[in-house]
């Protein structure tokens, strides 16, 4: 055993261990020499515990601890010895496992330890030592400041007793200053701190270069440096804690247990390092560091959370900075596993709940979806309701709460929330004193809303307010700090919200100054600056509205233009919104400019419409960004310029834009390389089906592999916004006519063929307002009929008479429609395509905006034309370019004359109508499942098999959540959302004998997704659907009629042939006389 001590070699330590247990398990209990053998083995079980840090020598040499002071009567002399070895390996365990049992016992054989210890012993020093440990050990764990004031005590008694000549007396000073900071960090005593610092040296200075715990007392001394420069914001202080670190983990060797601690200290100094100077090589050593930590720890370790919570910091650093997505995610997933290897009652707790906050409220901001907010808020929250009133770290959780209640009030313009926000921020500051370096932020976060708060309520003493806490905190921030671009930022801005308010050139020239000195300080890459030059664009536009000078025109222009060039902005959203402010700007002074703004308007819209969104979240985005609006903005200005190959491409580029993304989620694989696009096909399932527990992970995973791919030769626009020579091909079959409604005008556009470019139509006699009065007319019809549900006919009705018009046939309101309709908007198109020699053949319409839902097809007195509808130029291009995987021919038939689940009409015509389809389509060939085998789970494994599927049931439309809308069956309902998850590889037709399978919704603007739309999302090459509800006993006619012609005669049937076989079965209905709404609401949709 000596030997194994003298020269530290493991073997000897090994050896010497076995020969000791092989003699303590030989040894009689009642040995009188057995206590010295326990102690023995003990101390070289710990010793091998140090050196190799396995968990199984620390627990054994506690269990011979334990029995040798078992077997130690009380009044021995060396008890007090073996009671602190004891109670010391206690607090090994404590420090490994993180149990709080550990640490009572340990603390309670230390106090016994000194208990029993008289005041001249020479080891009283050692054991008070070993006693303030526990006690700060307890202190850190639960948060108790009596914990605090006696370890410190007792540190101070270990000085007392420690002459200046002591050998351990650096030892001691390290621990003294430990005590010193942690109330320092519970209090914020300046002086406390001081004396930290000064012990902390003291320490170092007295320890040799050589000596084996220089590493941890200059550790040590690093961490008060960092702490404070954190106080004071003096760099010498930081760059001595970076300098220390640095010390420390050169002298710390590779196996050492402390290497993963004192790694994570140097990680925080060079992350405050990169804060301060935005230096990006200290930000990447850091986030390299810290990965290195967390990699040599073991999970169990309770170091581990807050290791991942550093980790988490650095990756949220880099997100700031660069805008990389993944390290955003990166950010969330440590941060999130550090709060959750944190206890409830662990004093660290709110900061790391805080921290996660803010990653949350990060995404937020750079994705819109609600539940990120929802989280931050949370999680804030429950960092300030752990946080006593007294607690230093208060100010920053509130201040983090009105952060996200300010988001809240941004989305929802609920003024409470921004009431609330202003309460939260003013409370953060009071709590701040005048010197910490943080007040400058906490006057910036309340400026910020005092001017939310003037914006709202006109109120100019908020501005004033704002202005001068602003001010404020630039003066309180040095010209060097990063943080004081962004203060200048937002100083502009209020002087900017002055001038338009007072006109007071001079608050526009500060306005401008300050923009360019924010914009000046911020690094190219900086996801920040775009926002920076986008506000200083807007200045130099009123500067040149108020003189009209043309170089401010030249200004406003470059730097829109350039503040779209880095494709990294921390808020999509914002930028969104300074791309309309630049069209608006560019259309009343400078047209040619607005294809460059909407352009870098339509860029940002795979960012709003994020892949790893769920659909709901996606069309509340585009709601609220008014993207259809926007669509029919930029393609009215571009056919106003003559310009109509761009106007095409951003109508297509902004039309049903969650459409086009459930598209790409099918992408054609056959032209990348076997491992990418295997890869691409199992992320893009991932995303599709809804299966991902991290959807968000799995889009970024997923666009940094389309950004390789579109690097490789021949793949540069793969899955990117198709150009107009691509486009156009979709009018291989026949012309496609594209409409577009603005407050400015109406227009058509028609692809005459792929060759052709397209051709403009003006509609002068259609306006905005007249086809809003239209689609209002045909709503009231269509309640008046109570066309919601597959019906049975009644006698002809009147429309209900209002005062000053007469009485009028549902007749005669149908045929005033479908009269203006033709007059004015396919009259002027089918005159158009005549001068191109076309009168016949295939016609697909595109309408978007307030065309959407108007029969177009119905309106022609006489046709030659087959008419189609599409969502997308892209869905027509993907239906025409899918071939089936197989050749097979399969045709699934489902049957529902009532649900079993609620009251609804029996629709007698199905059962007719199922008969007529069996009776066409032969036995081998058919699947069908009536009554109670109609359910959700059996229709949707029919659909998923058959590549021709009809559906004769009631159907509802859903217009606050298409997603939601369904097919009602037996026992439950098949909604859109889950047909859009179905993988289709050989899906061909599906014929929705249902009611309002086709309907779009104005207020949905160029968003196709009713059920019909939906189908072909989902995978279907065509759809035959109702826009309204069909009549019970048209089933079976046209059912009939558009079989025989697919089916007729043992004919292979093809999807590009069911347009005319519907147009057979409507005009089969016409010829039977049946009212208008009956024949009108049959649609094709697709090839």
Known sequence: MDRAQDTEDLTDLDSAIQKLEEVVVLMLLDHPNRAEWLQNLAMCLVDRYHRLADLKDLKAALQRQQELVDLTPMDYPDRGRQLQNLAVSFGNLYQRLGDPTDLEHGLQRSQESVDLTPADHPNKAVRLQNLATSLMDRYQRFGNLEDLEAALQQDQEVMDLTPADHPDRADRLQDLAVSFTERYQKLKELKDLETAVTHYQEAVDLTSADHMDRADRLHRLAMSFRERYRRSGDLKDLESAVQKDQEAVDLTPEDHPDRASRLLNLAASLGDRYQRLSDMQDLEAGLRISQQAVDMTPGDHPNKAMQLHSLGVSFKDRYQRLGDLKDLESALQNKQQAVDLTPEDYPDRGRRLQSLATSFRDRYQRLADLKDLQSALQNSQQAVDLTSADHPDRASWLGGLALSLTDRYHRFRNLEDLEAALQRGQEGLDLTTVDHPDRARWLQNLAALLGDRYRRLDGIQDLEAALERYQHAVDLTPKDHPGRASM????????????????????????????????????????????????????????????????????????????????????????????????????????????????????????????????????????????????????????????????????????????????????????????????????????????????????????????????????????????????????????????????????????????????????????????????????????????????????????????????????????????????????????????????????????????????????????????????????????????????????????????????????????????????????????????????????????????????????????????????????????????????????????????????????????????????????????????????????????????????????????????????????????????????????????
């Not at 009065?773 to 009929?785: F, G, I, P, T, Y």
């Not at 009536?930 to 159907?955: F, Y």
Request: net charge negative; hydrophobic share 40%; with cysteine.
């Open 488 to 1087: 200048l930022h937002g100083l502009a801005v209020s002087f900017g919200d002055r001038y338009q308010r007072l006109g007071d050139l001079t608050d526009l020239k500060a306005a401008l100054q300050r923009h360019q000195e924010s914009v000046d300080l911020a690094p190219t890459n900086h996801p920040d600056r775009p926002e920076r030059l986008q506000n200083l664009a807007f200045s130099f536009a009123e500067r040149f509205r108020r003189f009209k000078k043309p170089e401010d025109m030249k200004q406003v222009h470059k730097h829109y233009i350039d503040s779209f060039k880095t494709g990294a902005f921390s808020t999509p959203e914002d930028s969104w919104w300074a791309a309309l402010r630049w069209a608006s700007f560019s259309k009343e002074f400078q047209p040619t400019y607005c294809s460059a703004a909407y352009s870098a308007a339509f860029n940002l819209l795979p960012e709003l419409l994020w892949m790893g969104h769920t659909i709901p979240v996606q069309q509340d985005a585009i709601q609220r960004l008014d993207i259809g609006k926007t669509t029919s903005a930029a393609t009215r200005i571009s056919l106003t310029l003559s310009d109509p190959i761009s106007a095409v491409q951003f109508f297509e580029q902004g039309l049903a834009t969650t459409f086009q993304q459930m598209l790409q989620l099918r992408p054609d694989l056959d032209i990348l390389p076997v491992e990418q696009a295997e890869t691409l096909k199992k992320l893009s399932s991932e995303l599709y089906s809804g299966a991902s527990q991290n959807p968000s992970r799995v889009a970024c995973e997923r666009q940094e592999l389309l950004q390789a791919i579109r690097k490789q030769p021949g793949l540069k626009h793969f899955l990117c916004s198709r150009p107009y020579k691509v486009l156009c091909q979709a009018s291989q079959g026949g012309p496609v006519v594209l409409l577009n409604s603005h407050d400015g005008g109406c227009d058509g556009i028609i692809i005459l063929n792929p060759a052709a470019d397209p051709v403009h139509v003006q509609l002068p006699n259609v306006t905005l307002d007249s086809l809003k009065l239209h689609q209002s007319a045909l709503k009231e019809l269509l309640r008046h009929c109570n066309l919601r549900t597959r019906w049975e006919s009644a006698s002809p009705r009147l429309f209900g008479h209002r005062e000053g018009f007469r009485s009028r046939t549902i007749e005669e309101h149908f045929t005033d429609l479908l009269t203006w309709l033709w007059s004015n908007v396919v009259e002027p198109i089918y005159q158009v395509l005549a001068s191109h020699d076309i009168h016949k053949g295939r016609l697909w319409w595109l309408p978007s905006g307030s065309f959407t839902g108007l029969p177009l097809h119905a309106c022609p007195p006489t046709d030659e034309f087959i008419h189609s509808y599409t969502a997308t130029l892209g869905s027509l291009l993907e239906a025409q370019a899918k071939r089936p995987v197989t050749t097979q021919c399969k045709v699934g038939v489902v049957g529902v004359t009532h649900t079993g689940l609620r009251r609804a009409n029996y629709l007698k015509g199905v059962e007719q109508e199922v008969e007529k389809i069996r009776s066409i389509v032969q036995d081998p060939n058919l699947e069908c499942l009536e009554g109670e085998q109609a359910t959700p789970a059996a229709v949707q494994n029919q659909i998923q098999t058959c590549s021709w599927v009809h559906l004769a049931c009631h159907g509802t439309q859903d217009l606050m959540e298409p997603t939601k809308s369904r097919l009602l069956l037996y026992d439950g309902a098949l909604e859109l959302e889950a047909i859009l998850k179905m993988p289709l590889s050989n899906a061909e037709l599906v014929f929705l004998a249902a009611c309002q399978t086709a309907m779009g919704d104005a207020e949905l603007v160029n968003e196709s997704f009713h059920l019909g739309g939906g189908f072909i999302a989902a995978g279907f090459r065509g759809a035959i659907g109702t826009m309204w509800s069909m009549n019970d006993q048209d089933g079976p006619v046209v059912a009939e009629t558009v079989y025989s012609h697919l089916f007729g005669d043992g004919r292979q049937p093809q999807a590009s042939d069911a347009a005319e076989a519907l147009q057979l079965a409507v005009n089969k209905l016409k010829a039977q006389n049946v009212p208008h709404e009956r024949w009108i609401p049959f649609i094709h949709m697709g090839v």
